[in-house]
Every structure is written in structure tokens, then in C-alpha cells.
């Protein structure tokens, strides 16, 4: 297998036809050409269309899967839930996880009649071990969660659901294939919202799912796929290919954002304006025994907690590089004081602290300077 940087410059790339541009512009929505079958060929662009083909084998060769983009990382999560489960059956997902995916299944799982049962990202492998998992349809792990970065065992879980039929999946938006692969490790679903750090440059609405290359898998995908189709949740030929564009750089973007953050938790955990440092990649963390062992890769996304609102607001008046901005995985280092949005149980003052691109030391001594404002 080729390297990450390789792989993400060069997947989905057709055969060299001399004359062509590298990487090639949108084929966009328009009436297509019908021959004698028209379902043999591209007839419409909401089934899908050519410059969404090739992002989907770039992205499901990292993943180490088949892949399905959708126009959102919620659209994602929606199809993955929604095209396996039916009236009655039971639900688990993280009671930690992204406040979305939980509103998801409180207001509209339970109103068609799913039973939702949520667990805190810590404690779902020793529920797996218990048996509790038994009689459930669909487990959802978010890994490292979002936005308080607790680990859970993959493969345990896995071990768990393969034996009880459950279907598992993954929300790997933090880690991304380069920094986890869920679908190596068991998991019959790796999703995410590639909004955030897989295309990484804040400027286009996308999710994805990979299917386990299996009989399992394959069965999956198709439902996925016929989910998609007659819900039109795909993404148009533009957003695909500015996705497949950005996902050039993913592996030198990650390689940055990691050595930051690792030098941001650092910073934060010496800092006395600072409490609750979380950082997978720091040898101190909580997560960190399952995180070195699980992902292949560190993440660029570190949280703390500062005194109160106010203390963050303070920051961030206080700071040149570091931007208040609620989503996070771009090229621009941000802060997000999480309880305002009203959906994670967190102090007024938890932060979570998106590392960019931009110099690491630049970054480090703008933010040092930012917090010994605060005392």
C-alpha cells in the first residue's frame, strides 16, 4: 500500500490520457445523452454522476471501504441510521457525541417509533462486554467524541455487535481515515462529516459513509445507496470536486494541525487559566492507552475548560491567530465556547480549540500571550 500523502494526491485519478487536465473540472447536472439503455450510462445526476465517482473511490480507498458522499455530514448519519432501522428497534448512540446526531434521535428516531438508548462514549466497550448490547439493531460510536475527545475501544464494541448482529458504526469525523479506520477494526460503517478536517478548508457542506468491503457490507451499501437516490441527499458535481480537490492536502494539513495541538495541550495543561486539558496524543490523557493503540494518527483538536464565559470571550479579544468559530478540522485555528449552542453538558467556559495550518510557534505564543491576559 502506497503512503498517505500519496494516496490522498492521487486516489480516485483515472488512467494518464495525454492532453487532459490532471485532476479534471465538474461534469455538472445537466440533461444527459440517452443511448438505447439509458440506465447503462449516466442519465441523471442525482443517482450520482462522474466527478462524485472518482471522490467516492478516492475517499473509500482511505477508508478501506466502498463509499457513499452525501450532501452533509448530518445526511450521513441520517442515511446510516435510517436505511437499517424500522419501528421497534433499538438504538444506541453516544450520549456525549455531537449534539445533532442525539436531537436526531430524540425528535425523530423515537417519533417513528425507535427505542434510543444513549451511553457515554467511556462506558459503551464495558456495556458491549456486559452483553448489554444485546437486541440492539444499530450501534453508533463517535471516536474520539465530540467535543469532549473520549476514546472508546472499536474493536471491542465490534466483537460485541458481529456476535449479536447489531449493525455498528463509526462517526469518524475528528480522527479521519488517515488518523483511524474504523472498518479495519470491525465496524460494518465508517461515516463522517467532512465539513470539517477531511476537506479541511471551511468552505463546502459534505459528509460520506464507507461500507466494509463484506456480503454484509455490500448489502448495506446498497440500501445506503437506494436511500440516497430517492432522498436526493447527494452533494452537487461542484462541492465534489472542490472535496476531492482539498483532499490533496489532507495528509500534510494533519501533520501540522497534530504537531500543534500536541504543543497547544502542552501549553494549556501548564497554564493556571486553563483546567481539564483533553488531548488523545498526550501521554497524561484519560484516552490516551486506547488512542495510541487504536489510531494511526493523532488529531488537531484539543479542549479545556477557562474560568467562565467571560474568561473565553477575554481570550479571544486578546488573541491575533486564534478565531472564535463553531466548526472546526480547517485551515484557521479556532476556539468554540460549546455551551452556547445548548446541547453539550460542559461549563460556560469549555473551549474547543481547532489547530490550523498556520506556524506552530506563531500559534503557541499568540495563545500563551491570550492566556496570560486571564491571570
Same mark, same amino acid.
Given at each position: 500500500m502506497t503512503?498517505?500523502?500519496?494516496?490522498?494526491?492521487?486516489?480516485?485519478?483515472?488512467?494518464?490520457?495525454?492532453?487532459?487536465?490532471?485532476?479534471?473540472?465538474?461534469?455538472?447536472?445537466?440533461?444527459?445523452?440517452?443511448?438505447?439503455?439509458?440506465?447503462?450510462a449516466d442519465f441523471y445526476a442525482r443517482p450520482g454522476h462522474p466527478t462524485l465517482r472518482v471522490l467516492e473511490r478516492a475517499v473509500g480507498d482511505l477508508d478501506?471501504?466502498?463509499c457513499l458522499v452525501f450532501a452533509t455530514g448530518m445526511a450521513a448519519i441520517s442515511a446510516a441510521v435510517l436505511s437499517v432501522v424500522r419501528a421497534g428497534d433499538r438504538v444506541v448512540v453516544p450520549?456525549?457525541?455531537?449534539?445533532?446526531?442525539?436531537?436526531?434521535?430524540?425528535?425523530?428516531?423515537?417519533?417513528?417509533?425507535?427505542?434510543?438508548?444513549?451511553?457515554?462514549?467511556?462506558?459503551?466497550?464495558?456495556?458491549?462486554?456486559r452483553g448489554d448490547l444485546d437486541g440492539a439493531a444499530f450501534v453508533l460510536l463517535?471516536?474520539?467524541?465530540?467535543?469532549?475527545?473520549?476514546?472508546?475501544?472499536?474493536?471491542?464494541v465490534a466483537a460485541a455487535t458481529q456476535a449479536t448482529g447489531?449493525?455498528?458504526?463509526?462517526?469518524?469525523t475528528t480522527a479521519t481515515p488517515l488518523g483511524q479506520r474504523p472498518l479495519e477494526l470491525g465496524a460494518d460503517l465508517a461515516l463522517a462529516a467532512d465539513t470539517k478536517a477531511l476537506t479541511g478548508h471551511s468552505d463546502l457542506l459534505m459528509g460520506h459513509v464507507?461500507?466494509?468491503?463484506?456480503?454484509?457490507?455490500?448489502?448495506?451499501?446498497? $440500501?445506503?445507496? *437506494?436511500?440516497?437516490?430517492? #432522498?436526493?441527499?447527494?452533494?452537487? !458535481?461542484?462541492? %465534489?470536486?472542490?472535496? &476531492?480537490?482539498?483532499?490533496?492536502?489532507?495528509d500534510l494539513r494533519l501533520t501540522r494541525q497534530a504537531q500543534t495541538a500536541a504543543a497547544v495541550a502542552e501549553l494549556l495543561a501548564a497554564h493556571p487559566a486553563a483546567t481539564g486539558v483533553r488531548w488523545p496524543g498526550r501521554v497524561a490523557d484519560p484516552s490516551y492507552?486506547?488512542?495510541?493503540?487504536?489510531?494511526? $494518527?493523532?488529531? *488537531?483538536?484539543?479542549?479545556? #475548560?477557562?474560568?467562565?464565559?467571560? !474568561?473565553?470571550? %477575554?481570550?479571544?479579544? &486578546?488573541?491575533?491567530?486564534?478565531?472564535?468559530a463553531t466548526s472546526f478540522g480547517?485551515?484557521?485555528?479556532?476556539?468554540?465556547?460549546?455551551?452556547?449552542?445548548?446541547g453539550d453538558a460542559v461549563p460556560a467556559g469549555f473551549v474547543r480549540f481547532s489547530c490550523g495550518i498556520e506556524d506552530t510557534d506563531d500559534l503557541v505564543a499568540d495563545l500563551g500571550a491570550a492566556l496570560d491576559a486571564l491571570v
Open positions: 503512503a498517505d500523502g500519496t494516496r490522498v494526491v492521487r486516489g480516485g485519478d483515472e488512467p494518464v490520457v495525454p492532453g487532459t487536465p490532471l485532476r479534471p473540472s465538474p461534469v455538472f447536472a445537466a440533461p444527459y445523452h440517452l443511448g438505447e439503455d439509458p440506465l447503462a478501506g471501504g466502498d450520549s456525549d457525541g455531537y449534539y445533532q446526531t442525539r436531537a436526531l434521535a430524540a425528535a425523530d428516531l423515537t417519533r417513528f417509533g425507535v427505542v434510543v438508548e444513549q451511553v457515554p462514549t467511556l462506558e459503551i466497550a464495558d456495556v458491549a462486554a463517535e471516536t474520539p467524541s465530540n467535543p469532549q475527545l473520549d476514546v472508546c475501544d472499536i474493536a471491542a447489531a449493525v455498528l458504526a463509526v462517526d469518524n464507507s461500507t466494509a468491503r463484506t456480503d454484509r457490507g455490500r448489502e448495506l451499501h446498497t $440500501r445506503l445507496k *437506494g436511500w440516497r437516490d430517492r #432522498t436526493g441527499n447527494g452533494p452537487g !458535481a461542484f462541492d %465534489a470536486w472542490l472535496a &476531492h480537490r482539498s483532499l490533496s492536502t489532507l492507552p486506547i488512542a495510541s493503540r487504536q489510531m494511526r $494518527r493523532m488529531n *488537531g483538536v484539543v479542549s479545556a #475548560t477557562l474560568a467562565d464565559e467571560a !474568561a473565553v470571550h %477575554a481570550l479571544v479579544r &486578546h488573541s491575533d491567530l486564534w478565531l472564535a480547517g485551515v484557521h485555528s479556532t476556539v468554540d465556547r460549546r455551551a452556547q449552542w445548548g
